[in-house]
């Protein structure tokens, strides 16, 4: 059967080509969803004995599902006679087609792998899939030219969704429909369609929807570039921006200071529901400022401990003095940690988010991060991630951008950016590590010498710094802002 359906003209090429993913974002009143459906239903004729997998975080009931929305344009369309509609699914009786609908945490996720011959996957509010959910849906989906189509709405830059569209360079499109133009981004690769839609986009946009885009505009003007078109919410609560943080290149820092510096590590362990990584922060000290190396954030993998991964990364990176955390069930891993290294325990009395906002100036002012931090490895798992610096670092620097001040707003389950183990235990570092020591006959020399533990005053070494100077907001110094 030649079926075919109205789409916007930004879906027409979706059609005709072939991509292991294929991503629909935007603000409201973009078409994403309902010009999904309607191609998954023309496809349905052109494809045979396989199904097509709706698929949510939670979906209590097929009501909150995209089943009605598929239901009502077959009836519109007149095509019902063609499909087989029950409660729980539809299916084309030409060729055996099915569409199903799942909530990814009410079927259990793992059940989805005996789903039978997924051809199509579409995910709605992806912006909502934890991670966890994602690593094992993806090789779910295995038939031969499967696809997984997304669906989204922008949410927060932490979100997994997000940190992939936002890697990539979306080309501005026009096409004109009868002698109205209208826009929308596109960006192609050999696995990759992304398409960014808003009202502008759409030139069947009902009226009812523009009224209602005019008084949000007026009205609530705060929420209207994340609302209709489809821009990083406002986060309210949220204490760090990247604008505000200080970064260094570490392949500079390393290639050009000529003089010899201290690896040392702070450590926040995992106890309790608030934890979810046990945080151990590899950094150097000069003067004032702190130079992170490494976030250390690793959790138990199933073979090993975290204290046993824990003691093996501290081992790696050749580090001889820790600072830990040694209130209530922490003082068991000092004391374990005693046998390796030399520590220094330090005891805190305000609660972790209050400790955060407190810490937050000097956080600001004082602490550099890699420069990598910033940038999303290749999509990977969780796991992978916590396998290799970069990845660490990136979940790192997600969890200090996302942190609120706002307590509903951390440690979601199955968020790993929401929680605040990096967060915390740099404001440990901030707030206890030692105070730089005075220079030898407060001359204006230091000793360079790599056996002595020397922390040296910032102005002292001005002189040494190479390359990687930055004056861009009148610090000077290893690192830039931005």
Known sequence: MDLKLQLIKPFAYWMQIKKRIKIAFGGRGGGKSECIVRMLIVLSFSLSDCTFLFARETQKSIEYSS????????????ISQFFNITKTEVINKATNVKFIFVGLRECNITSVKSIYNIKICFIEEWQAINQG???????????????????????KASDPVYQIVNRYQLEEKIFITDGKEYKYYQYEDDDYLITKVNFDSNYFFPPVLEKTRQMCLK????????????????????????SYLRFFNAEDYKNNLDIHYTKKAIIDPAFGRENCFTSCIIYSQIGKDFYIHDSGLMRADGVRTADELLIDFLNRNKIREVMIEANFSQKELAKKLSRHFHVRPFYVKQNKIERIINASIPIREHVLFDDKSLSAPEINSMDE???NKDGRNFIAMMQLLDFSDIPSENNIQGDDFSYIDFPDCLASLVMYAPKPKALINNKETASFNNTENTDINRQEIKDRIKTITN?????SGFGFDR
């Open 67 to 78: 089943y009605q929305s598929l239901v009502d344009i077959i009836r519109t369309n007149d």
């Open 471 to 475: 004056n861009k907001k009148g610090v």
């Open 133 to 155: 959910s994602w690593e094992i849906l993806e090789p779910s989906i295995r038939a031969d030219d499967a696809e997984i189509w997304w669906a989204f709405n922008p949410r």
């Open 219 to 242: 009205y609530q003007p705060q929420l209207y570039a994340n609302i209709w078109l489809g821009e990083l919410q406002r986060q309210q609560g949220k204490i760090f921006a990247e």
């Open 385 to 387: 991630w916590l396998k």
